[in-house]
């Protein structure tokens, strides 16, 4: 490894937890030559796809318990915005898990998940930006309208989206974004599906249940609906909190936090 990459890594290392700039948690043989094929990559800023190196999972004794695929399945290759639960357990940070659901995704439905990372303005940055250039990510300043616009430039290219409504990783369950509603909206608007994605670590096992966020008949209502401002800024605040809970739903109780109470959610946005 190079003097530049190994400061970067270094640079990674502390305070943004990304798992592809550290080996960590003790990786066997098998994942450990697939995590630096990967590394290499990104080092010299080639293009790949997460789901491609799912054998870097080789390197830990795990399980695997998934749920719903057949949901996903019935999508017939058309793209999707997957939100999901942003863990920090769990084998590499955590982030074993969004490479467990992108290489879900991409079995079920052939669509590759470009999943939306926050960006900050610091020089640790530097190292986000080789992940960024070589997954293909789409980075979201705060400050920025640019996200959006990237969000649904990849919609209209027909590609399918990865977000974490909470914002950054989390032990439980935190209250969603508001600006993670209005995007929900604007996709459901755009006849474009939403499914949640429940993941979690522990006892060696990976868990994931994958659901679609509403059926059939809410989704046409919603879609239909003629709303005025402040009707929409009441909806995006439910229909994001309703799709946590629906997440909150298929997590271990100890593990949903602002959402224990996931049934309210629910029934408040069912009621509208």
Request: overall charge positive.
């Amino acid at each position: 490894m190079s003097k530049e990459l190994e400061y970067l890594v270094q640079l990674e290392s502390l305070g943004v937890g990304a798992w592809w700039l550290q080996i960590g948690n003790k990786l066997k043989p098998d994942g450990e030559k697939h995590y630096w094929n990967l590394m290499r990559i990104i080092a010299t800023g080639q293009e790949t796809s997460l789901s491609e190196h799912i054998r870097i999972l080789d390197g830990y004794d795990y399980r695997s318990n998934i749920k719903g695929l057949e949901h996903l399945q019935r999508l017939n290759g058309r793209n999707t915005l997957v939100l999901g639960n942003h863990s920090h357990l769990g084998p590499l940070e955590g982030y074993g898990e969004m490479l467990l659901t992108s290489y879900c995704v991409k079995k079920a439905t052939g669509k590759e998940i470009k999943w939306v990372r926050g960006r900050g303005k610091s020089l640790k940055e530097n190292a986000r930006q080789l992940v960024d250039r070589s997954l293909g990510t789409i980075p979201v300043y705060d400050d920025s309208i640019r996200g959006p616009i990237l969000i649904f430039k990849a919609f209209d290219a027909n590609e399918s989206v990865g977000l974490y409504p909470e914002g950054d990783n989390s032990i439980v369950l935190r209250q969603a974004k508001l600006t993670a509603g209005n995007l929900v909206l604007k996709t459901l608007g755009k006849n474009i599906p939403v499914f949640c994605a429940s993941t979690w670590f522990e006892n060696n096992t990976f868990f994931a249940t994958f659901a679609p966020l509403l059926d059939e008949k809410k989704y046409k209502e919603i879609q239909n609906t003629k709303l005025r401002k402040e009707e929409k800024d009441i909806i995006k605040e439910k229909i994001i909190n309703y799709a946590m809970a629906r997440i909150a739903q298929n997590l271990p109780e100890e593990k949903r936090g602002y959402y224990r109470d996931f049934q309210k959610f629910i029934d408040a946005f069912e009621a509208i």
